[in-house]
């Protein structure tokens, strides 16, 4: 896969290392990722099911449905998206003061 000129580019506002990822769009795809995971609970087709019976399968993909859940994950993503917010505005405060 070829990468246009402008993304091979540093990016100056982080020092010359690679470009980021906003913060908004983070959390969007974990919102994603982490409901779509728990609603995947719902869908008991018999090949998901015995993916399910490993470990590994039941730790990935869980076993069942939990509503509370969906609000757990609001709730950590926006603590990991609030403490994200303030690690950057603290480091664009020190780096105002050098």
């Keep these: 896969m070829s990468r246009s000129l402008e993304q091979m580019r540093p990016n100056q506002a982080n020092g010359g290392g690679p470009s980021r990822c906003s913060p908004a769009r983070i959390v969007l ?3 994603c990722f982490a409901w ?4 995947l609970q719902l869908y008991h087709a018999h090949w998901i099911d015995v993916l399910r019976s490993t470990r590994l399968g039941r730790l990935v993909l869980g076993t069942s449905f939990n509503s509370p859940d969906l609000i757990a994950y609001v709730a950590g993503i926006a603590l990991g998206a609030l403490a994200e917010c ?3 505005n603290e480091n664009q405060r020190a780096d105002q003061k050098v």
């Design 29 to 31: 795809g974990a919102f």
């Design 36 to 39: 779509s995971v728990e609603f």
């Design 86 to 88: 303030l690690y950057l």
